[in-house]
């Protein structure tokens, strides 16, 4: 196959705008990179932050690491268990700030601390994702009836 009178390598996988997009059937993407990536992050402000408060190290991970795990979430249908997982990963940060065991739940630390979890999270930027995606055609049709 060829573009522009260029042959195209065929690959497994492509990273497009940050996201690595998988070869396949259906529309899949690989998260490794992305999980790689945070825990790297997560792990580093923790070994510098041994003496800072709790709530500070939260912040932090939600500064500075969260973000990682929600980039372009709201535009993406991950299937249940790739969303599990994610979520698995936040909970983490709160078992490691928080030293809870890996069998306790945090859900309701979470909810105490008025903190929403990944699928809460993911649903909120899909919601401001809608609704700036109709903001942007509702403009779009106003200057385009402008000019005619």
Known sequence: M????RL????DN?????VTLLSGNYFKVDLSDVRRKFFVSVNIILSKCSYVSEP???KL???HCLP???YAIESMNFNPALLKDIN????????????????????????LL????????????????????????????????TIY
Do not use: P
């Not at 492509?14 to 940050?18: D, N, P, R, S, V």
């Not at 698995?88 to 909810?111: G, H």
């Open 2 to 5: 060829t573009l522009d009178n």
């Open 8 to 11: 195209l390598s065929w690959v």
């Open 14 to 18: 492509i990273k497009y705008l940050g």
């Open 56 to 58: 500070a190290k939260l």
């Open 61 to 63: 991970m939600e500064t």
């Open 68 to 70: 990682i795990l929600l």
């Open 88 to 111: 698995t990963w936040w909970n983490s940060v709160y078992r490691k700030i928080f030293k809870f065991n890996k069998w306790e739940s945090v859900k309701c630390l979470i909810c």
């Open 114 to 145: 008025g903190r929403l979890d990944i699928y809460h999270l993911e649903n909120v930027r899909r919601i401001k994702f809608l609704k700036n995606m109709s903001a942007v055609q509702s403009l779009n049709s106003v200057v385009i009836s």
